[in-house]
């Protein structure tokens, strides 16, 4: 079964203070996916990445895919308390018309004030 | 208009009991799905649905059996709940060529 492994899983940082999140995977896919989730909500949506070498960036967050490495990573630029959730990186191994999503266990992240 | 909405939002109800949460989405996909996370917020799939059809089967006690009426509707029934069934269910729904799965607000059960 496909195999997908977030670290770090806790992750106490400043703000201002930049950090990266790494999700590695153990099985070819082409479709790997960054979620946020706050406490007791919902998954929201971040980032999907297609292809090798992709890069998405939404404000102080920038997501990237090496397919051939099966890694990606969650880059967090001058972390602000907002900031603070817990991330999920998800991959999608299928070529079908839905989603099967195996997720990380998820990094949380706290940023201090 | 909440896109995938669930009900409810909290179940609390003691073993041995059968119960339903159910799953609507006004996002016109074809695909709907169920997601368990557990106390240590890990994430695993357990069924889907395309256009009513079930195409994914997790390996899921017999106890759940999921149900879709309608493409826009998949209900999840859960027979002779254990304390181990205690968790957050998220519902989810996508539409291909889209590759985005959105999800809903999450059922917290509890099982005493």
């Known amino acids: 079964e496909l195999k997908v492994e977030q670290n770090p899983l806790f992750l106490s940082m400043q703000e201002e203070k930049n950090y990266t999140i790494y999700c590695n995977y153990s099985?070819?896919?082409?479709?790997l996916y960054w979620y946020r989730q706050d406490p007791g909500k919902s998954l929201e949506s971040l980032f999907v990445?297609?292809?090798?070498?992709a890069v998405k960036q939404e404000g102080r967050l920038m997501a990237s895919l090496d397919t051939k490495a099966r890694l990606s990573t969650l880059h967090i630029t001058a972390a602000v308390h907002d900031l603070s959730a817990t991330y999920f990186c998800a991959v999608d191994p299928t070529k079908y018309n839905f989603n099967k999503f195996y997720f990380g266990s998820g990094t949380k992240l706290n940023v201090k004030p | 208009d909440t896109a995938v909405s669930q009900t409810p939002k909290y179940l609390v109800t003691q073993m041995g009991n059968d119960k339903s949460i159910k799953c609507e989405q006004n996002?016109?996909?074809?695909?709907m799905y169920w997601y368990k996370q557990d106390s240590k917020k890990f994430l695993k799939i357990m069924f889907s649905y395309n256009n009513k059809e079930l195409i994914i089967n997790e390996t899921v006690p017999n106890r759940f059996s999921p149900k879709s009426p309608d493409k826009a509707h998949l209900n999840l029934h859960i027979n002779s709940l254990e304390l181990g069934d205690s968790a957050v269910y998220f519902c989810?729904?996508?539409?291909?060529?889209?590759?985005?799965?959105?999800f809903g607000q999450g059922t917290r059960l509890t099982v005493v």
């Open positions: 990445l297609l292809s090798n070498g």
């Open positions: 099985t070819t896919s082409d479709r």
């Open positions: 996002l016109g996909h074809d695909t």
């Open positions: 989810a729904s996508s539409q291909d060529p889209d590759p985005w799965a959105f």
